[in-house]
């Protein structure tokens, strides 16, 4: 079966970490033409200008994906390329809904969108940071204003993901025909467990559970039908 995941295997990332390392010799940090508080920082610009201008020749490259997860949440990954075919990449949740921002909803969305992609790209190229977290104020147009506090606050509770509820709409969407399809492989009692987990490793490495309409795309449709026959085969069945 030909390889198609988007994560290398442990200990397959070999071409990929060389071209990293010649990429870390050139560029330990990125610029800091940004203000927050009268203090520069790192805009999503300036790594963007040191990513470009550090990786030619180093067959690096990278690409970003939205996953939206309900209304409220989203998920982020940063895959990061290697021309051999190699990749890896990191993942982090972000809250767009931003209800104690400053501005408008969508501007608070759109500053929360670019925070996380900004620390995705430092982490995953390995540049260094010392900025302060609330640089990311910066791009909201808030301004802080000191009060004394008269109480503490009370301990944040931990925000919880709720379960996807919605998914973007695009022309690879599968029929409902093709989802009950798709469903009826991962549900199988012979290879069902093996392929699921095939999956969610390529697909949502950062997910504990599978919903079915996080099965959306041809792509899906297409990684589950070759993941069900190689599992039929290594079983010792006959793929039909």
């Known amino acids: 079966m030909a390889d198609t995941h988007d994560i290398t295997p442990p200990g397959q990332w070999k071409a990929g970490a060389k071209a990293l390392h010649t990429f870390q010799q050139a560029a330990y940090a990125a610029g800091?033409?940004?203000k927050a508080q009268g203090r520069?920082?790192?805009?999503?610009?300036?790594?963007?200008?040191?990513?470009?201008?550090n990786s030619p020749g180093t067959g690096l490259s990278h690409s970003e994906t939205w996953l939206p997860?309900?209304?409220?949440?989203?998920?982020?990954?940063v895959t990061l390329h290697h021309e051999s075919g190699e990749r890896i990449c990191s993942e982090l949740p972000v809250d767009i809904t931003q209800k104690n921002r400053s501005g408008s909803r969508e501007q608070a969305q759109g500053s929360a969108m670019t925070y996380a992609r900004r620390y995705l790209l430092l982490g995953i190229y390995g540049l260094a940071n010392d900025d302060e977290d609330?640089?990311?104020?910066?791009?909201?147009?808030?301004?802080?204003?000191?009060?004394?506090?008269?109480?503490?606050?009370?301990?944040?509770?931990?925000?919880?993901?709720?379960?996807?509820?919605?998914v973007v709409i695009s022309d690879a969407d599968l029929s409902e025909d093709e989802k009950a399809l798709c469903l009826a492989i991962v549900k199988d009692p012979d290879t069902g467990a093996t392929v699921k987990q095939q999956?969610?490793?390529?697909?949502?490495?950062?997910?504990?559970?599978?919903?079915?309409?996080?099965?959306?795309?041809?792509?899906?449709?297409?990684?589950?039908?070759?993941?069900?026959?190689?599992?039929?085969?290594?079983?010792?069945?006959?793929p039909f």
């Open 199 to 238: 999956f969610m490793a390529k697909f949502y490495p950062s997910a504990e559970k599978l919903f079915k309409n996080m099965i959306t795309s041809k792509e899906h449709k297409a990684f589950l039908d070759e993941a069900q026959i190689a599992a039929i085969a290594a079983a010792g069945g006959v």
């Open 32 to 34: 800091k033409s940004g």
């Open 134 to 166: 609330d640089d990311g104020e910066a791009t909201t147009g808030a301004t802080q204003v000191s009060a004394p506090v008269k109480t503490p606050s009370p301990p944040s509770k931990p925000v919880t993901v709720p379960e996807p509820q919605s």
């Open 40 to 53: 520069p920082f790192s805009s999503l610009k300036d790594i963007c200008k040191t990513i470009k201008d």
């Open 69 to 77: 997860l309900g209304t409220d949440h989203a998920v982020l990954r």
